[in-house]
DNA sequence: ACATTAACGCCTC
DNA sequence: GAGGCGTTAATGT
């Protein structure tokens, strides 16, 4: 009965538009094609790739030839950037917007968040392994613009050392953060795990207001409730009990926090 | 301690 | 106006 709630989740998300405008998206447009690129201008493809660190060690002849299999796309908040039926034999990379990275339970079609994902974050590597079955999704919370390379080309760039040897770094570290979630969804209860929830999204999307440090998303509850594994009503629930207690405040679905302190007590 | 269900008004699309 | 969202309360595990 309550299946549908999985799949509505999909259409759910954001509704805050006017708040992202005056940030970021001014690119996207025209983009020029990788091939000529002399000089890194803003928005080509170089540019874009220059943010990530897993091209820090890049010298610019390895950058230009990943700019020509590098494919971009534009996606619209709340479109799948890929659905867990699809074979994706891609890599993604996030050059802007935010998405989120999530897995299906196909029996009852509740969503777990797995990751949020923030511009300069590769994402997709599980087609690296050799079982495809796995029913993840990514979803654009807003407008994104994203760029892929097929398995095949991406093959190819692991031969280099330093590229995999970076590749095994961040495969490693998503692994540490699925573990310690996996603690606490364990070990930690509903309060425990939305205040660590706070605390991490306010570092991983900081924005600094005269309140205290905001978080600079606008997830629905019933996103923060497939973050932490729990219903919607009881993070209803909790959040009150966290304003009551003047732990946080929020306006307009953007959630500021007033007492971290305590807020890292609850936490632990 | 938390899920589930149902019911409500509000807000968005 | 429909459906998503936030909220509350009753009830079940």
């Given at each position: 009965m309550d299946s549908f709630i999985g799949i509505l989740i999909l259409h759910?998300?954001?509704?805050?538009d006017w708040l992202l405008f005056f940030t970021e998206i001014e690119c996207g447009s025209e983009i020029p094609l990788g091939?000529?690129?002399?000089?890194?201008?803003?928005?080509s493809k170089l540019w874009h790739l220059r943010k990530f660190n897993i091209f820090e060690k890049f010298d610019r002849d390895d950058l230009e030839s990943v700019t020509k299999i590098l494919h971009l796309k534009e996606i619209k908040k709340?479109?799948?950037?890929?659905?867990?039926?699809?074979?994706?034999s891609r890599i993604f990379f996030l050059i802007k917007g935010k998405a989120k990275l999530s897995r299906i339970d196909a029996k009852d079609g509740k969503e777990l968040i797995l990751f949020l994902i923030k511009p300069g974050e590769l994402f997709?590597?599980?087609?690296?392994?050799?079982?495809?079955?796995?029913?993840t999704m990514a979803v654009a919370l807003q407008r994104c613009l994203v760029g892929y390379i097929e398995f095949a080309d991406f093959q190819r760039m692991t031969k280099n050392a330093v590229f995999s040897m970076e590749l095994n770094k961040l495969v490693g570290s998503r692994m540490v953060r699925i573990e310690n979630r996996l603690d606490e969804l364990l070990f930690r209860e509903v309060p425990c795990r939305l205040a660590r929830l706070l605390l991490r999204l306010s570092k991983e999307f900081p924005k600094k207001m005269k309140c205290g440090d905001k978080i600079d998303l606008n997830l629905t509850q019933q996103d923060m409730a497939n973050l932490i594994g729990a219903t919607r009503e009881i993070v209803s629930l909790t959040l009150n009990d966290f304003k009551r207690q003047g732990l946080i405040a929020s306006h307009r679905r953007q959630i500021c926090i007033h007492d971290k302190k305590n807020l890292q007590e609850l936490s632990r």
């Open positions: 759910e998300i954001f509704q805050l091939n000529n690129v002399q000089t890194t201008e803003k928005g709340r479109d799948p950037i890929y659905l867990p039926s699809e074979n994706h997709g590597l599980l087609s690296l392994s050799e079982e495809r079955y796995s029913n």
